[in-house]
């Protein structure tokens, strides 16, 4: 022991500068993952996976979806053959976008707004497009590209 007494004041100190890195490492593993803390899924999911059938979406409608490696997605049919992806976590704040009857895509939690045809942000306050997921039409099947 070195005999040195340490104050009431250090100990505190010291105390709650060790509890702050502590949350904020705890913090900063939560967001690593991406938006919200969400963990991007690294997997590589084979091309042509059935992801959704074309008699679940109406020409213009839009639909939630899983993929296969486990990313939450909206998938729109834009004509009679023709669909796009896009993420459906929003580029603000990480919450989940939802389809809406009205052409758009809509986060519910601070009202950002997508074009579910092009994932282009329609209103914010996102300032970044959702970002796009290969998809194509196989006989009836929507499937990953």
Known sequence: MTGQA?????????????????????ALAACSGGPGGEKSPQTSVPKGT??????????????????????????????????????????HQGCTVVPEDSPVLRCPCHNSTFDPATGAVKGGPADAPLPEIGVAIKGNDIVTA
């Open 6 to 26: 340490h104050s009431r004041r250090t100990v505190l100190t010291t105390g709650a500068t060790v509890a702050g890195a502590a949350l904020g490492t705890a």
């Open 50 to 91: 059935r992801i959704a059938s074309l008699d679940d979406l109406g020409v213009g409608s839009s639909m939630s979806v899983t993929t296969p490696d486990g990313r939450k997605a909206i998938v729109t049919r834009t004509a009679k053959d023709e669909v796009t992806a896009f993420s459906a976590v929003c580029t």
